[in-house]
């Protein structure tokens, strides 16, 4: 009887153990990585969002603008070009031209949320590999200016990240017979699996900026060797 009590307590403290760790790592994932929640979903998909015709414009333009360039991001985005800008709604406009990408401008007013007020848009290329397991690894959006440490970062005990509302991406162009290059989100770090996302020339997917996530490496069952390009809209709210 002491043995069999003694398990129970043993199964009994493991499993308030495993609530807490889930407890923290919801907090801790509500604190570092904060937005206001104006984004009720996880996620959503929007086929057919524009046209292939229009897709096939924005590739060709986005891939003869000179400022297309190796990523200015972090090193999760390691081996991909893109153009990027950083905006609010007074000076939008003024950005887009700034890398004469004007013609995106129409499509940002489409899908921009009523509650954003400032924005980092990414047109992102990623080159297609079989070596790696992911093209873009995990992270979360933390993009804007303002995440940026200023010297008296040390002495703050508590700091956190500004995440965006919603992270809008739209598929402009990717192998006809593409293997992998699914969009992958998930809550609490890497543990709970919210979705796997096939994109789709044309397809519009929007998810909450909270959302750890990454894209998987890809390539062409034909060998094409075609790129992945996506335009990319983090919608912060500040």
Not at 216 to 229: G, K, M, P, V, Y
Request: net charge neutral; charged share 25%.
């Amino acid at each position: 009887m002491n043995l069999k009590g003694s398990y129970k307590k043993y199964i009994f403290f493991f499993c308030i153990l495993v609530i807490l760790y889930f407890v923290v790592l919801i907090l801790m994932e509500r604190y570092y990585y904060q937005n206001k929640n104006h984004f009720k979903h996880n996620k959503k998909e929007h086929f057919d969002f524009i046209s292939k015709e229009t897709c096939g414009i924005f590739k060709q333009k986005i891939m003869n603008n000179i400022y297309l360039v190796n990523n200015l991001l972090n090193e999760q985005f390691e081996n991909t070009k893109g153009i990027l800008i950083q905006f609010d709604e007074n000076n939008a406009h003024d950005s887009f031209r700034s890398k004469n990408i004007e013609f995106l401008y129409p499509y940002f007013k489409k899908i921009k949320k009523p509650y954003a007020t400032n924005f980092v848009l990414n047109a992102l290329v990623i080159p297609p590999s079989k070596k790696e397991e992911m093209s873009i690894k995990y992270h979360y959006d933390t993009t804007l200016d303002m995440n940026e440490d200023d010297d008296d970062a040390d002495d703050h005990f508590f700091n956190y990240d500004i995440v965006p509302e919603c992270v809008s991406v739209l598929y402009i162009e990717q192998p006809t017979h593409m293997k992998g290059g699914r969009l992958r989100l998930y809550k609490y770090a890497n543990l709970v699996n919210i979705a796997n996302i096939s994109p789709s020339v044309g397809k519009l997917v929007e998810f909450n900026g909270r959302l750890f996530h990454g894209v998987e490496s890809f390539h062409d069952l034909n060998d094409t060797n075609t790129e992945r390009i996506s335009i990319v809209l983090e919608q912060y709210c500040v």
